[in-house]
Every structure is written in structure tokens, then in C-alpha cells.
T-cell receptor, first 113, second 115 residues
Framework: KQEVTQIPAALSVPEGENLVLNCSFT??????LQWFRQDPGKGLTSLLL?????REQTSGRLNASLDKSSGRSTLYIAASQPGDSATYLC????????????FGKGTTLSVSS | EAGVAQSPRYKIIEKRQSVAFWCNPI?????LYWYQQILGQGPKLLIQ????????DSQLPKDRFSAERLKGVDSTLKIQPAKLEDSAVYLC?????????????FGQGTRLTVV
């Protein structure tokens, strides 16, 4: 059974710091991995999608990497801003048992000015 | 292009009452998902549709939850009767096809409080 773990559960940093969020998954048989952002009381906004054949994806200040064989992904946020404060969720789309995403519990990020 | 639309945004009901949520996916998206997100947890799949057929409902509590997607477009999720533990955010998502490489898009969710 695929399980997704995100570490740390919460993170507080001062504005301007570079930071890394971690995601691990137990079964490397995945189609892709997706990182989402969730603001309080809101839905999920897709940040980055990495296909299983890719090693990384970049969008602005965000960079996500994927090491499928070791079951790990990282989300790197450069020069953090208070507006980056949110919960970040990692999800994998397993090859087995349909194609629905399986999520971690998320990392809640707080960036102080 | 318009995103995934959900309504209502918030709902408060008493236990044992019934409630229904509505979702309209992105135009042209054949696959639709309903997820339940309890506070502090990641979303958990309740049911997946491909057009108007059910692909996976293995985690749907069928004694009280039901969902339909009659014309392969919008969908309704119903809870009857509601329990306190059903308090959660109900998220609808869609993908263009039921293929592995596709990107999922989510709606704003419906926050349900059962008192």
C-alpha cells in the first residue's frame, strides 16, 4: 500500500531564507508526483507536476526534484516571502490500483517578515 | 479556462441530517474525483468517476455516502445521515483523461461542520 510522508510537519522561517520541504513515498511505481499549495480554508492549487521520467521541474522561485528509485521528492523555495505562508502537500499517482492521487499530510510553512 | 466549481462553500448541519455537495469539473475533463480532507490530514479519495462510470469507490462509506455523475459532467456527493466525524472539507478534482501522466485540478472545496 502506497504511503506518502512529509517532513517536517511545520516550519517557520524568516523572510528571505531558502528552504526545502521533503516528501517520501513507499512504492516507486508511480506515474507522476504533484506538489500543491493550500491556503487556510481554500482548495488546492497545483504548483508543480513531475512525471516519473523527469528529475526536476521549475516554476519561478520553486524547484521540485524527484528521485523515484529512492522514493523521495523535495520542493525547494528560494528567497521565501510572507506570501509563501501556506500548507504544502505532496501527492503521488500510483501505477497500481487506478490513477487517483495519494497525499501526504502536508508541511505548514510560516514565513515571517 | 474556468476551474473546478464547487458549491456550497460552507455548510453547517446537525448530526443525522442529510447534505449534498455539487461539483462541476473543468470543461472536457472526463475523470472526476471526490476527496475528504479532515483537519490536519491530507485529502483521502472517496470516489473516482470516468465519464459517468465509477472507477474506484472502495473508500466510500456506502452506508451513508452516495455520489453520482449522471451525464458525465457535473457530480453530486450526498451524506445521509451525517455523523460528527464527517466534519471535513470535501474537495472535487478533475483530470482530462484517466491516464497516469495527467495533472489534477482541484476546486475550492466545501467545508462541512456537523454539530
Amino acid at each position: 500500500k502506497q504511503e506518502v510522508t512529509q517532513i517536517p510537519a511545520a516550519l517557520s522561517v524568516p523572510e528571505g531564507e531558502n528552504l526545502v520541504l521533503n516528501c517520501s513515498f513507499t512504492d516507486s511505481a508511480i506515474y507522476n508526483l504533484q506538489w500543491f499549495r493550500q491556503d487556510p480554508g481554500k482548495g488546492l492549487t497545483s504548483l508543480l507536476l513531475i512525471q516519473s521520467s523527469q528529475r526536476e521541474q521549475t516554476s519561478g522561485r520553486l524547484n521540485a526534484s524527484l528521485d523515484k528509485s529512492s522514493g523521495r521528492s523535495t520542493l525547494y523555495i528560494a528567497a521565501s516571502q510572507p506570501g509563501d505562508s501556506a500548507t504544502y502537500l505532496c501527492a503521488v499517482r500510483p501505477v497500481k490500483a487506478g490513477t487517483a492521487l495519494i497525499f501526504g499530510k502536508g508541511t505548514t510553512l510560516s514565513v515571517s517578515s | 479556462e474556468a476551474g473546478v466549481a464547487q458549491s456550497p462553500r460552507y455548510k453547517i448541519i446537525e448530526k443525522r441530517q442529510s447534505v449534498a455537495f455539487w461539483c462541476n469539473p473543468i470543461s472536457g475533463h472526463a475523470t472526476l474525483y471526490w476527496y475528504q480532507q479532515i483537519l490536519g490530514q491530507g485529502p483521502k479519495l472517496l470516489i473516482q468517476f470516468q465519464n459517468n462510470g465509477v472507477v474506484d469507490d472502495s473508500q466510500l462509506p456506502k452506508d451513508r455516502f452516495s455520489a453520482e455523475r449522471l451525464k458525465g459532467v457535473d457530480s453530486t456527493l450526498k451524506i445521509q445521515p451525517a455523523k460528527l466525524e464527517d466534519s471535513a472539507v470535501y474537495l472535487c478534482a478533475s483530470t482530462r483523461q484517466n491516464l497516469g501522466g495527467t495533472e489534477a485540478f482541484f476546486g475550492q472545496g466545501t467545508r462541512l461542520t456537523v454539530v
